[in-house]
């Protein structure tokens, strides 16, 4: 049964889409539809970017500290909503209501914080040209901002984009992804509790290439922050780019996982199955291919297969559970039919490789045992596609040459983990490595501060700290002779 119409976020209310059309939301865990979203299109965008300009001259002109205000308030309300927002958050995705409660949905509340106060923070240049001239710089917000994400980390994601925008004077319209829009629409109503002004921000549901195509096409949209897929990237760049668009892509990723002999073993075990399978799989840093040095392997394999078996997988509601249901049937099919790439392509399957049934209320749900496989090559299509499930592989090397050869075979470039404890090769592996960010010993710590983003097909631009207030923003040099 239907309980819960989604509804757009545009001028500071409330509102159906303008074609009355609504798409329906389903619940991963169970395989059922229990909400619905609207299946908004071009016009609802164009209403969206309208309520965003008008708003734009008296926010972008507003004290950055009253600014701030507002984000400091959206944060705290996230906090004190933290239940209903981490179980509207497991519903929509399928993650681990444990998961979501003690990561996703604290990371945007620190999204929040952050910027709120990054941007209390930032500051413009001079430059002095000898005794000829004084250069100044100041950076003014772009305008309206469109904010488009994707579905695996939805409100953390979603807060990554807006908050700096918005922090640095932007108006914006977002797009959560259609899969799971739910926290998105609980933001919109958190935005009317702090009494954001009308229009600031502006969310409108539906799909991608109706919603999303017409955000980056809008004329008066002059910046695009994307998280997502590549192809969906290469898309949107193909659109914006002969518009002049100020374009952030944060896209797919097949991270390297290096595990060295003379590594913490525990630690090193540990840890890379929590980057294996963390949110099933479904995180754009997970270290999907496991590269372990020659003499470890044995030792590693088989502690390594032991610790997943031991992963419990099962109905998200659960505390102990650590692997629930993937985001939607598509995604699962997807992933299934990697595993059959992976057997056609010669892999050994080492655990899991099926649909997992789970009894009770999940027995529809779409739910896909951890898997892991050994015995293929590098560059075979399962250790150079990005599944985005709970599918990884081994493989032993024999050099650091090798390694860093195989960890930089693929098109992406997103993250590498590194486990050694020989100080110098971690600098070496660290510097020769093609990604965005390598963990040396851990995975997905993670300083806001710091530049966020891939090299290769995994994006272009960074987001993370004063880049992203950056992005949001354009310089003008002034230049006055002295
Ligand atoms: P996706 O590309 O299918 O969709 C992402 C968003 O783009 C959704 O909101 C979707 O509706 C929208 N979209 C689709 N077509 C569009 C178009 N033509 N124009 C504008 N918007 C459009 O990706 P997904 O399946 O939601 O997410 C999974 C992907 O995201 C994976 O590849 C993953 O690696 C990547 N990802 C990357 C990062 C990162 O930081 N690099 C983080 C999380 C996820």
Redesign the pocket.
């Known amino acids: 049964m239907v309980q819960t119409s989604i509804q757009n976020y545009i001028n500071g209310v409330l509102i159906p889409p303008i074609s009355g059309k609504y798409l329906p939301n389903v619940n991963p865990a169970e395989g059922k539809i229990y909400s619905q979203l609207p299946d908004s299109d071009a016009e609802d965008v164009k209403k969206a970017v309208i309520a965003a300009q008008e708003a734009f001259p008296s926010w972008s002109s507003l004290p950055v500290e009253e600014r701030s205000k507002y984000l400091l308030q959206l944060a705290d309300l996230i906090d004190a909503n933290l239940e209903g927002l981490a179980n509207a958050e497991s519903i929509d995705s399928g993650k681990p209501l444990n998961l979501a409660r003690t990561v996703d949905i604290p990371r945007a509340s620190a999204n929040f914080r952050f910027y709120a106060t990054a941007a209390l923070h930032f500051s413009s240049e001079a430059h002095l040209t000898g005794n000829q001239a004084l250069n100044y710089t100041s950076r003014k917000p772009l305008g309206v901002a469109a904010c488009?994400?994707?579905?695996?980390?939805p409100l953390y994601?979603f807060s990554w984009k807006i908050a700096p925008a918005l922090a640095a004077g932007n108006c914006v319209v977002a797009?959560?992804?259609?899969l799971t829009p739910m926290t998105a629409y609980l933001l919109s109503k958190l935005c009317i509790e702090a009494g954001l002004p009308k229009g600031v921000l502006n969310i409108v549901h539906g799909?991608?290439?109706k919603v999303?195509?017409a955000?980056?096409e809008h004329k008066d949209v002059p910046a695009i922050s994307?998280?997502?897929?590549?192809l969906?990237g290469q898309?949107?760049a193909s659109t914006a780019a002969p518009m002049f668009k100020k374009l952030s892509l944060?896209?797919?990723?097949k991270n390297p996982n290096i595990v060295f002999a003379d590594c913490d073993f525990k630690e090193a075990v540990q840890n890379s199955v929590r980057a294996a399978f963390t949110n099933q799989g479904e995180i754009?840093l997970c270290g999907s291919r496991i590269f372990i040095e020659q003499s470890l392997y044995e030792n590693f394999k088989e502690e390594f297969i032991e610790q997943v078996k031991q992963l419990k997988l099962g109905d998200p509601i659960k505390e102990d559970t650590k692997i629930g249901a993937l985001v939607s049937q598509n995604h699962k099919e997807k992933v299934l039919s990697y595993i059959e790439l992976a057997k056609d392509e010669g892999g050994k399957l080492l655990t899991g490789g099926k649909t997992a049934q789970v009894t009770g209320r999940c027995e529809e749900g779409f739910f896909v045992e951890p898997t892991v496989f050994e015995g293929l090559p590098f560059d075979c299509r399962t250790n150079q596609e990005?599944i985005?499930g709970p599918v990884v592989t081994l493989t032993p090397f024999n050099s650091e040459e090798e390694v860093i050869a195989w960890a930089n075979s693929t098109k992406y470039g997103?993250s590498a983990t590194v486990w050694t404890q020989n100080l110098k090769r971690a600098h070496r592996v660290a510097d020769r490595i093609e990604s965005g960010i390598v963990w040396v010993n851990c995975w997905l710590l993670r300083d806001l501060r710091t530049p966020f983003g891939?090299v290769k097909q995994?994006?272009v631009g960074r987001e993370g700290g004063m880049e992203a207030l950056q992005f949001f923003t354009e310089p003008k040099n002034v230049c006055i002779k002295t």
């Open positions: 488009i994400s994707p579905w695996n980390l994601l797009k959560p992804s259609e799909l991608g290439p999303g195509q955000m980056v994307f998280t997502g897929g590549t969906t898309k949107i944060e896209l797919g990723g754009c990005e985005f997103l891939g995994s994006g």
